[in-house]
């Protein structure tokens, strides 16, 4: 561990720095290995709950991840993102594969082990409103983890709260205040103050933004990416809009019916892509200018994710592919490597 | 196609000014609002939440909580009519035929324990004084019109049923059913994803030219009406900031906040390595009536006169009208002819 808590705490930030500083620069291997993983979920039915079926909500997903090299993960709702983040932090357990966190695999830890570990990683979700406890002050939703995990008391723990709330840009004269005092985008500065507590490694950003006004977007994407260069940060920007996910992804992986279809530098998936999929993704981004909108092609999905409890045969997105061939249904695409780094996985994309 | 000709007005807003009594004191929701809206044409309205969006719309048919809400001074004229003076009965009325509403969520408009079938045959019959098949056949059309597959296999669903961008298409279908002349929508894709958010939008621009209605689409997001809207307007702190035909707002913003909007979003095909522009602070709580510019406090080029007077939306080009005191491309004050 390179931060210990309670006697040993320290509440001055630069300390702390330097200590991540140290921690990154002994660290070469990835932060963290994602293998073959699998999640499928049974459906049952009946008195007797007999299953009659599995949703299989990650289906064979594989990527490193370095450190404070962000990954962006994006996708449609119902493709399976959550269902992932969920399962890296052990929320559920891996029906197969592998999860490696600076180098401990993590896949059957036993839960003291994994407690210690989980501190290190944390996750900010979608809807501030959701995962903040309407009945307990800022200051004790903050504090909540390190009531949980650490020994700070009295002066410590407030102190440690206080610097929290000043990191992610809120007065810290509020922690007595409630969340419902708060507009979307302080509570969601709220939640990320939480998910820093620990000082944690890697933190999974699950839609962050998602119910936040576009002004409001772009705070947080930059308070984001300040607390990453301070804290030595690795995120797992989760999305389903390609658009903000650029500035602060170093690669970007597309996902569709618990697979990643594409992935790649953010740079060359922008102006690269391979997959219809992703394809039709960008494109469903609004151009903020109507001179390039009126021009631009564009791509319409029709219809929504279908259903991964009975997932197309072949390619699963061959059922709203625009370029679909006869093929398509025959066989499940490989992953192939089209670039430096870039990978694709589409039965006409040669 | 948007004309200046005044016939085809279809509705006519005055001066709306709207309060809320509440425990904190009287929150100036709307300050003065007066828009136009002509037939066939799509009335864009933006601008961050708070701004006084939905408490305009909700303002012009009455569906404000009334109290703590108070209409207390201007006039909407459609079809001859001031819907203010309206009493909510006759209202009803007119929400469901002659002016359609689409919502940010399906459910406030769907009724959870009725079909959909039954919640779009039913006004049918009501307004258009349809036969039962007659307004089957119709709810039917209706169905396809916004893309539902399968649409008459799915008369007998519940709105459970469908998936948020369904859904908000079965909506879309309801507030068609009637023929309206006006057509609100109130940030009906805020909560979707990018790709359903681009069916809508694809599904409203081929609607717009097949039915020719007026439309006012009302959403936080800039880049939603770029390609959506013949005029847009931006609003603060219950006021109209600028108001321009689409490509001039987009290619020429006259007004601070304007610019600050379009620079939050972020570009698709420029430069990722720069930080992303933002808004800093907040809008005001419009606990007080203003006396000066609302958002001077935010904004950069503001200057003395703007912290002791509120500017009006003046015209100053052709379809371009701007509430500023600051001349953005002259990097000068703008010599007012109101206070000459
Ligand atoms: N606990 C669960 N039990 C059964 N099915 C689930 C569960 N969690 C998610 N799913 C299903 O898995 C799929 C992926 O869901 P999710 O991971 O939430 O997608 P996303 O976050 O991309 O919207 C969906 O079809 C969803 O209904
Ligand atoms: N029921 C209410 N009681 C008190 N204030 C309200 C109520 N509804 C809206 N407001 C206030 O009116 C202002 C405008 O709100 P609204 O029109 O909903 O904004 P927008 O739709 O632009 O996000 C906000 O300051 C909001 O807090
Ligand atoms: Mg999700
Ligand atoms: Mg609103």
Redesign the pocket.
């Known amino acids: 561990m390179l931060v210990g808590y309670g006697k040993t705490f320290t509440t001055t930030k630069y300390k702390l720095d330097i200590a991540l500083r140290m921690g990154e620069l002994l660290t070469t291997k990835p932060l963290l290995q994602v293998q073959k993983l699998k999640q499928h979920f049974p459906v049952t039915a009946g008195l007797l709950r007999r299953q009659v079926g599995t949703i299989k909500a990650i289906d064979g997903i594989d990527f490193d991840l370095m450190t404070q090299q962000n990954l962006g993960l994006v996708g449609e709702s119902g493709c399976g993102k959550t269902t992932l983040a969920r399962t890296i932090l052990r929320l559920y357990q891996p029906t197969e594969g592998k999860i490696i966190f600076e180098g401990i695999d993590m896949t059957h830890l036993k839960s003291s082990r994994l407690r210690s570990l989980r501190t290190r990683m944390q996750m900010i979700f979608q809807d501030p409103q959701d995962s903040l406890n309407p009945r307990m002050t800022v200051g004790s939703i903050i504090a909540e983890p390190l009531d949980e995990h650490t020994s700070l008391k009295g002066k410590e723990r407030s102190g440690r709260v206080e610097e929290l709330l000043d990191a992610v840009g809120l007065n810290p004269r509020f922690s007595n205040r409630y969340p419902h005092e708060f507009s979307g985008g302080q509570r969601q500065r709220i939640g990320i103050a939480r998910a820093l507590s620990l000082n944690p490694k890697f933190i999974i950003c699950d839609e962050p933004i998602a119910a936040l006004d576009v002004s409001i977007q772009a705070q947080v994407v930059n308070l984001l990416e300040d607390l990453q260069e301070k804290l030595a940060l690795t995120y797992l920007f989760i999305s389903h809009d390609l658009g903000m996910i650029r500035h602060i992804s170093k690669r970007v992986a597309v996902m569709y019916l618990g697979k990643i279809v594409e992935v790649g530098p953010a740079n060359e998936l922008y102006t690269n892509a391979q997959h219809p999929y992703t394809k039709a993704l960008l494109s469903a981004v609004p151009l903020h200018d109507p001179g390039r909108e009126a021009k631009r092609e564009r791509i319409i999905l029709s219809g929504d994710v279908p259903s991964p409890a009975n997932p197309p045969t072949g390619c699963p997105f061959r059922t709203r592919c625009p370029a679909v061939e006869p093929k398509c249904a025959i066989s499940v695409p490989k992953m192939k490597a089209i670039g430096q780094e870039h990978r694709v996985a589409c039965h006409c994309v040669m | 196609m948007p004309t200046n000709s005044n016939a085809n007005i279809v509705l006519s807003v005055k001066n709306i000014v709207t309060q809320?009594n509440?425990v904190d004191g009287k929150?100036h929701?709307v300050n003065g609002v007066s828009f136009d809206v002509r037939q066939g044409e799509l009335l864009g309205v933006v601008?961050e939440?708070?701004?006084?969006?939905?408490?305009?719309m909700m303002s012009l048919v009455k569906l404000l909580?009334m109290p703590?809400?108070e209409i207390s001074e201007g006039s909407a004229i459609f079809e001859g009519q001031d819907l203010i003076q309206t009493s909510i009965n006759d209202l009803q009325k007119i929400r469901g035929s002659e002016i359609g509403f689409i919502f940010q969520d399906p459910m406030t408009s769907l009724n959870p324990v009725l079909t959909i079938g039954y919640q779009l045959i039913e006004p049918l019959r009501l307004h258009k004084n349809l036969s039962k098949s007659a307004a089957r056949t119709r709810a039917i059309e209706l169905l396809e019109l916004v893309g539902i597959p399968m649409a008459s296999s799915r008369l007998g669903d519940y709105p459970h049923q469908f998936s948020g961008g369904m859904r908000q298409r079965v909506m879309i279908a309801m507030a068609l059913s009637c023929d309206p002349k006006l057509l609100i929508a109130d940030e009906p894709t805020t909560a979707l994803d990018v790709t359903m958010q681009a069916q809508i939008l694809d599904l409203v621009r081929s609607l717009r030219n097949e039915l020719g209605m007026a439309i006012i689409w009302v959403t936080h997001d800039l880049g939603v009406v770029a390609n959506l809207a013949d005029r847009v307007m931006v609003m603060y702190s219950g006021f109209i900031v600028e108001r321009a035909d689409v490509t001039k707002l987009y290619s020429k913003p006259k007004h601070p906040y304007t610019y600050a909007l379009l620079k939050t979003l972020p570009d698709m095909e420029g430069d990722r390595s720069h930080r992303l522009e933002s808004i800093e602070g907040q809008p005001p709580d419009?606990l007080k009536p203003t006396t000066s510019c609302p958002f001077a406090p935010r904004c950069e080029y503001a200057f003395d006169r703007c912290t002791h007077e509120n500017p009006q939306l003046e015209l100053i080009a052709e379809n371009h009208e701007v509430a500023c005191w600051w001349d953005m491309e002259r990097h000068s004050p703008r010599p007012s002819t109101s206070s000459i």
């Open positions: 809320f509440t929150v929701a601008g939440s708070g701004c006084g969006k939905s408490v305009t909580p703590p809400g419009q």
